[in-house]
């Protein structure tokens, strides 16, 4: 059988191999990792995480994927190198507490030789530099000749670590020499750049046996010696097609080929067009797959990560010459390489090229004028200076620019970036935003709560069968500390065997109810996760003491519980609306499930208009009057996906997931608590939709009896109102109808009879102006009048004036307002309105506009008007005087 040679048959190659060496092929997980340490998923070890440090038990003890990954370290030199890319595909073998180096190393060798087909003599072996073990697996158990293996330091990349606190270990490479023709030669290790693009590293063995607290701090081991391996498939596809670079590879060069296509550009032609081709290429792969995994852009976290690769490939296209989209193209060419491997990318593909052309667009309308502000600000600069934080800031903010972008540009032309200054500004920028923030601090486990879940394990949970079950307690916590008993008035987190309280996670609110033992009682406030499996009850205690090692009766409070479930069920049915009438690309971002109510966040392009509102809304109770059954099952993550279940990015889920099924229409991975049929959600009303970020909307919603009594104080309005019309409640709409049409008609009439009388008292108090030089000038006053009504009546006079200036002032409530306006001819030289009123404002105790046509003021010591009059006709003389 020939060796592999296409992307694909690499993929199947390596899955095969490990197969039929007793591992699982896991598929690739998301790019948002459910990892709180982490962005995105940027190695295939993310995933099984939680199995190296312990945390959780794996499900098998050897696994094989090919997981999706991004890393945007790399991103500023991706299009000048051969083979660095912020999006790849990583192929590992992984053994939790199994095999060791015994087994990797030779297993690794035998698969580059024997069936990638790569010959013994190009390749080159790495270890880190105290690794005698594998060194005596290389050289003695695989045979490969000691000069061919080289030890190194961590820096020079043989001991890999996340970058991250976390699991890290020693590491052995495998290189592949590609000759003279691509640098010196003397091996990988010490031979810097040059020895980069001669000697390529296809495949890293890490050995995963100790944790860190931060880069290369080993603080310990971990519980069992683990195997981690990684080789990148962009860079095998290069070494084994024979071509030069990760962009000629027939997982790669189609979607250049769509850029060249896209922007008139030929790659090999021009060394500044190669390198944006191979970044439209990188960055169009990178984009498809993170809109497909759900993420939207905006100015945060991943979202912004996307927002950047968007904004980056526009910006190189535009500077190609590209006048069309171009994003849509890129990922439409994407689909088309990897739709086979990845269906969910083929499926999404339209709601991908939607997000990225919106995002574009949006882009596009403000890229010009930005670089043009860009390009003028550098060709103001002194060679080797720094372009201004503040130009950068503004950039960003007005133009959308990332200041990364901002700082590319600016080096293309030799200049720096003011860093520090536009850390500056963001920091006051967000010090300004805190002011509308309200939250609280974060929940973090303490080592008492990992003292608890290492002795005893997870909690029982019993809550999906019943709601109320015997528990032993087994720890209390006060105030952080482990005590033996807590008593009446105490407030205290008790942390039983068994439980059927559901502890808050998924958006689903903890329940409460009661915790009683033979000696006391409590109300249990919330239950909470302060560790995954964990249940920790928040108690009030109400009587007598409760004691660690007594048996307990729990009792969830029924009624809040069932409103819950009902909210909870709704969120699911609402999803399944949105989706049918908004578009499959809506996914759930979030949500918070109440007794009674709920909030759902999910991703949406564009404001719900009221109509879809009331579709979406339709649908949901179409679905609940039908009352389909409710069940939930579980099954493997495999299973589900061939269902079609949805997951949420970001939620947590083991190999064996729970779905929850509403009829044939809705089934969601999901570990709530749910009804058993969808009539039991009583109706479902949506009350709100918002933005709360770039492309993610919220929706509120009432459920069950919240919502009824919600409905009936509408309906009890709807009634107030028509009986106050006089009028049946269906005719109440076009009642006010008529009677706002009645009102507008008033007020034009009242608006004509006001200019009426303010074009008699302008006439008149023109009549009475004074005589300065070769202009007049008024100042009168004129009580009761509002600003805008003052402002008006101000330019008549001023036009009938001619060369003049009108100085008027009005007190309502207590406070002043002072209107000065300058004749169009005299402003220009030395007569400003601001001027004018400065003092007078001063008196009033306040301050004046500074247009110096038409300047407005005023304070709250109307009782000065009279002073302010006679200061602004001062002013004004010696204005007019000097004119």
């Not at 580059?112 to 003599?121: C, N, Q, S, Y």
């Not at 010490?190 to 046996?209: P, S, T």
């Not at 007598?544 to 479930?565: H, S």
């Amino acid at each position: 059988m020939s060796p592999p040679r296409s992307g694909a048959e690499i993929r199947r190659a390596f899955l095969d191999f490990f197969r039929r060496r007793e591992h699982t092929v896991v598929p690739s997980a998301p790019l948002i990792p459910v990892d709180p340490t982490l962005l995105l998923t940027n190695a295939g070890m993310v995933p099984f995480k939680p199995y190296f440090l312990g945390e959780q038990r794996p499900p098998y003890r050897r696994a094989v994927s090919v997981q999706k990954c991004l890393r945007t370290i790399d991103i500023d030199i991706v299009g000048t190198t051969s083979r660095h890319a912020t999006f790849f595909e990583m192929l590992g073998n992984f053994s939790f507490g199994d095999y060791f180096k015994e087994k990797a190393i030779p297993w690794a060798y035998e698969f580059v030789t024997a069936h990638l087909g790569l010959d013994p003599e190009t390749l080159w072996f790495t270890i880190f530099e105290d690794d005698d073990e594998a060194a005596a697996i290389w050289i003695d158990g695989v045979g490969v000749r000691p000069e061919r293996l080289q030890r190194g330091s961590a820096a020079q990349g043989t001991f890999w670590q996340m970058g991250v606190p976390g699991p890290c270990g020693p590491s052995s490479e495998i290189f592949v020499d590609r000759g003279p023709a691509f640098g010196p030669g003397g091996g990988p290790i010490g031979g810097g750049e040059a020895a980069e693009h001669r000697y390529i590293e296809i495949w890293n063995l890490v050995f995963m046996q100790h944790i860190q607290d931060e880069p290369y701090h080993v603080v310990g081991d971990l519980p069992a010696r683990n195997i981690d391996t990684g080789m990148g498939l962009e860079r095998a596809a290069m070494v084994l097609q024979g071509v030069p670079t990760i962009f000629d590879t027939d997982l790669v060069r189609p979607v250049l080929a769509a850029a060249e296509g896209l922007t008139g550009a030929r790659f090999g032609v021009d060394d500044r067009a190669d390198v944006a081709l191979r970044l439209l290429a990188d960055h169009g792969r990178a984009l498809t797959f993170l809109i497909a995994d759900g993420v939207a852009p905006s100015n945060e976290g991943r979202g912004y990560v996307l927002r950047r690769l968007v904004r980056r490939a526009v910006r190189h296209a535009w500077g190609l010459g590209a006048e069309g989209l171009v994003t849509p193209g890129l990922a439409a060419a994407t689909v088309e390489v990897m739709g086979e491997a990845y269906p969910a990318v083929a499926e999404a593909a339209a709601g991908i090229a939607e997000t990225a052309e919106r995002e574009e667009v949006r882009f596009r309308r403000t890229l010009e004028a930005g670089y043009a502000l860009l390009e003028r600000e550098l060709d103001g600069l002194a060679a080797g200076t720094e372009v201004p934080g503040a130009t950068a800031f503004r950039l960003h903010d007005t133009y959308g620019f990332p200041v990364e972008l901002t700082a590319e540009i600016a080096a293309e032309r030799g200049f720096g970036l003011d860093r520090g200054g536009y850390d500056a500004e963001m920091q006051e920028q967000r010090r300004r935003a805190r002011a509308a923030w309200k939250g609280g601090p974060g929940e973090e486990a303490s080592p008492r709560h990992r003292g608890i879940l290492d002795r005893f394990g997870p909690t029982d949970f019993v809550g999906y069968e019943r709601l109320e079950a015997p528990g032993r307690i087994l720890r209390i916590l006060r105030d952080g500390e482990a005590v033996e008993e807590t008593a009446a008035g105490d407030q205290a987190e008790i942390y039983l065997d068994r439980t059927p309280f559901y502890a808050e996670s998924g958006g689903q609110v903890g329940d409460s109810g009661t915790l009683d033992t033979p000696t006391g009682s409590g109300r249990v406030a919330d239950t909470r996760f302060p560790l995954p499996g964990l249940h920790g009850h928040r108690v009030q205690v109400a009587s007598g003491v409760l004691r660690v090692g007594q048996d307990a009766v729990l009792r969830v409070d029924a009624d809040r519980r069932e409103r819950i479930r009902r909210s909870h069920t709704g969120t699911h049915v609402l999803h399944w609306a949105l989706r049918e009438v908004l578009g499959p690309h809506v996914q759930q971002a979030g949500s918070l499930v109440e007794p009674g109510r709920f909030r759902f966040d999910f991703s949406h392009y564009a404001a719900v208009a009221a109509e879809e509102l009331g579709v979406v809304e339709a649908a949901a109770n179409e679905r609940v009057i039908e009352n389909a059954r409710v069940r939930a099952f579980e099954v493997s993550r495999r299973e589900a996906e061939e269902l079609g279940a949805l997951a949420f990015f970001g939620e947590k889920y083991g190999e064996e997931v729970r779905v929850v099924e509403a009829g044939a229409f809705s089934r969601e991975l999901c570990g709530g608590t749910h009804v058993d049929a969808t009539g039991q959600i009583g109706p479902v009303v949506v009350v709100q939709e918002s933005s709360i970020g770039s492309n993610v909307r919220r929706v509120e919603a009432y459920t069950g009896s919240h919502a009824y009594r919600h409905l009936s104080d509408l309906r009890a309005e709807l009634l107030g109102v028509a009986q106050r019309l006089r009028v049946r409640p269906d005719g109440a709409e076009e009642a006010v109808g008529a009677l706002v049409a009645r009102n507008r008609d008033l007020e034009k009439r009242l608006e004509a009879y006001e200019a009426q009388t303010r074009t008699g008292l302008a006439a008149a108090l023109a009549e009475e102006a004074e005589s300065v030089g070769r202009a007049r000038l008024v100042v009168a006053a004129r009580p009761g009048l509002l600003p805008d009504e003052l402002r008006a009546l101000a330019v008549q006079v001023r036009d009938r004036l001619g060369r003049g200036l009108v100085v008027l002032g009005a007190e309502r409530d207590g406070k002043a307002s002072l209107v000065a306006a300058v004749g169009r001819d005299l402003v220009g030289g030395r007569i400003s309105a601001a001027a004018v009123l400065g003092p007078a404002a001063r008196l009033l105790g306040g301050g004046s506009s500074r247009d110096p046509e038409l300047a407005q003021a005023g304070g709250p010591h109307g009782e000065r008007l009279g002073e302010a009059l006679e200061a602004a006709r001062r002013a004004g003389r010696e204005a007019l005087e000097e004119a």
